[in-house]
């Protein structure tokens, strides 16, 4: 239950990451041809835009991260839990009175 939730968030966090790049390069292309036609007010607005979507990128990365570290740490308590060997009803040998 808590490794699903933990695989959404970071499938949302590797969404928007994609977004965020797909908006950088709409924002690029559009950059270059303000550049190319002299309109100083369009490339400063879409340069100051790129600044921070290049801001925001990292936070999501960092997000990313955190959230793939927690879901490994889950996936191993969860393949340890279920190596253990389970009581059965006490008869000896089960690994109760060992």
């Known amino acids: ?3 699903a939730v933990i695989e959404e968030k970071l499938d949302d966090a590797a969404r928007k990451i994609a977004v965020l790049n797909q908006q950088f390069r709409d924002l690029k292309r559009l950059y270059n041809a303000a550049v190319e036609n002299d309109k100083f007010a369009l490339y400063c607005s879409y340069h100051m835009q790129m600044r ?3 801001e925001v990128k990292p ?3 960092q997000y990313a991260c955190i959230e793939a570290e927690e879901l490994h740490r889950v996936q191993t308590e969860i393949e340890k839990a279920q190596a253990r060997p389970t009581a059965c009803s006490y008869s000896p040998g089960c690994g109760v009175f060992d």
Do not use: D, I, N, S
């Open 1 to 3: 239950m808590r490794a």
């Open 59 to 61: 936070m999501y990365y």
């Open 52 to 54: 921070l979507l290049l």
